[in-house]
C-alpha cells in the first residue's frame, strides 16, 4: 500500500510550486488494467520512477522489500444505484470524476483505485478493532464526490507518503511534496556522510539540533531526525491547525520525545522560537535551521489550480504574506536571513560538539528563485552565512538552498 502511494501521488510543478496531486507521465509505463491492480515487486515499481531520482532508489533501502502476494481488487465489485443505470459502476465514478477539470481518463482510473484500496484498507481496520466499518460503496461514493469537486486525493484519503514515512494530512495544512521529500533526504544524508565513522572518539558528543521554520505537518523535522538517529528536531509553526496536526504526526511516528512541534511565528521576536514554553534554561540556539516557507507570489497564486487555492491555505502559499500582496515572494527568506544569527550558534561550538563543516541553513525555494535567495542568505544579519550552494530535486529543478557560515 505505502508503495504504490509513493507512485500514485508523484505530483507535477507548476512555476513556482509544486502543485498537482494526480499521476504524471513519470509513470505511464506502468500497465493498469481497467478493473485491476496488481502489485508488482518493490524494485520494479521503483524502476518506473524517473530514472534521475534518488528518492526512488532511497525508498528502497529505507523500506523493507514486500513478499510478493499479487493482491488485486476489482473496481467493479461496488454497485450504487445512484449512477446512470446502464452504466458499470466503474464508468459511473470515472463519469462522476471527469467533472474535475484537473484529472485526465488516466488520473481518475488510478484516483479511483486509490479511493477503493483505502475504502477496503479502512474496513479491514475497522473490523480488526471490532467496529463495523461504514457501506464500502457509500463510502467510495462520498470520496469520489470529493475528488470531483476538487478536493486533493491526499486530504480525502488523510495521509501521503514522504520519504520513508507516511503523514497525515488533513485541510487546509499544506500537503507535503514528493520534492521536498528528494532534497531534505539529500540534505539528512549529506549531513551524515559529513561525520566521521561511529567507531572514531570523534563522533558527534551531542546531537544535531535542527530548527524547521513554517513546518505544517511537521513533514521536515520529522523526515530529518528519522534518518539521522543523531538529531533532535523543533518545527514552528503560527497556524494552530498545523502544529495540532504535526503533533498528532510525532506521536504516531513515536517521534514525540526527538521532535517537538510547536507554535512559533518568524516575524515575532526570534528567542521566543528557540525557548520552549516553561523551560527555566531560556533561548536554546541551535545547529541548523531549515524551512520550506511559503514563496509563491500572488500574482501566479491567482493562477494555480482549483484544488490548491481553494484547499490548501494561502498563507502557507503565499510569499508575500497576504492576498493582493505584489512581489516576488521573497519576503520569509528576508527574514530569515535578518534573524540566522539569533537562531544559530557558534560554528566553533557546534564542531566541539562534532558538526564541523555541515551546513548552517536550507531553504527550499520555488523555481527561478535560487539566486535571489542565495543572495538575500549571504548578506544575511552579522554575516554568518558565507558560502552557499543550490541543490536541484529529482526533476532537474533548482529546489534548495544550502548555505555554510564558510
Not at 504524471?24 to 518493490?42: C, E, F, G, V
Request: charged residues 25%.
Amino acid at each position: 500500500m505505502a508503495l504504490l502511494r509513493k507512485l500514485a501521488r508523484v505530483m507535477t510543478i507548476y512555476n513556482n510550486k509544486i502543485l498537482s496531486v494526480s499521476i504524471t507521465d513519470t509513470i505511464r509505463s506502468i500497465k493498469l488494467d481497467t478493473t485491476m491492480l496488481a502489485l508488482r515487486p518493490t524494485t520494479r515499481l521503483l524502476k518506473c520512477v524517473t530514472p534521475r531520482s534518488n528518492f526512488a532508489r532511497a525508498c528502497t533501502t529505507t523500506k523493507p522489500t514486500r513478499q510478493h502476494h499479487e493482491p488485486t481488487f476489482q473496481i467493479a465489485s461496488f454497485s450504487s444505484t445512484s449512477f446512470t443505470q446502464n452504466a458499470s459502476p466503474e464508468e459511473s465514478y470515472l463519469h462522476t470524476l471527469s467533472s474535475n477539470p484537473e484529472l485526465s481518463r488516466f488520473d481518475a482510473e488510478n484516483d479511483l483505485r486509490w479511493i477503493i484500496s483505502e475504502v477496503q484498507e479502512h474496513a479491514k481496520r475497522e473490523l480488526a478493532r471490532g467496529k463495523l466499518p461504514p457501506i464500502e460503496d457509500e463510502r467510495v461514493e462520498e470520496f469520489v464526490r470529493r475528488r470531483a469537486e476538487g478536493e486533493p486525493l491526499q486530504y480525502i484519503l488523510g495521509n501521503t507518503d514522504f520519504g520513508p514515512l507516511t503523514i497525515l494530512c488533513k485541510r487546509p495544512t499544506l500537503i507535503p511534496r514528493p520534492e521536498t521529500a528528494h532534497i531534505f533526504t539529500q540534505l539528512s544524508q549529506h549531513i551524515l556522510s559529513s561525520i566521521p565513522p561511529l567507531t572514531s572518539a570523534s563522533r558527534p558528543s551531542e546531537p544535531l539540533s535542527i530548527l524547521d521554520l513554517c513546518t505544517g505537518t511537521g513533514c521536515i523535522p520529522l523526515l530529518m531526525a528519522h534518518l539521522n538517529p543523531l538529531s533532535t528536531a523543533t518545527g514552528l509553526d503560527n497556524s494552530p491547525a498545523a502544529v495540532s496536526l504535526g503533533g498528532v504526526n510525532a506521536k504516531k511516528l513515536d517521534m514525540h520525545e526527538r521532535v517537538d512541534i510547536r507554535y512559533g511565528n518568524i516575524f515575532g521576536p526570534s528567542k521566543r522560537l528557540i525557548t520552549r514554553p516553561g523551560d527555566l534554561g531560556g533561548a536554546k540556539k541551535v545547529g541548523m535551521v531549515v524551512s520550506n516557507p511559503p514563496y509563491i507570489p500572488y500574482e501566479e497564486w491567482k493562477d494555480l489550480p482549483r484544488s490548491v487555492r481553494e484547499y490548501e491555505s494561502p498563507a502557507a502559499l503565499l510569499g508575500d504574506g497576504t492576498k493582493g500582496q505584489l512581489g516576488k515572494g521573497l519576503k520569509f527568506y528576508e527574514r530569515i536571513a535578518e534573524i540566522l544569527s539569533d537562531l544559530l550558534i557558534e560554528e566553533e561550538e557546534l564542531a566541539g560538539k562534532g558538526w564541523k563543516g555541515i551546513p548552517r541553513v536550507a531553504v527550499e525555494v520555488g523555481k527561478g528563485q535560487a539566486r535571489d535567495v542565495e543572495d538575500i542568505l549571504r548578506g544575511s544579519n552579522g554575516g554568518v552565512v558565507g558560502r552557499t550552494e543550490v541543490w536541484n530535486d529529482q526533476f532537474g529543478v533548482e529546489r534548495l538552498v544550502v548555505g555554510w557560515t564558510r
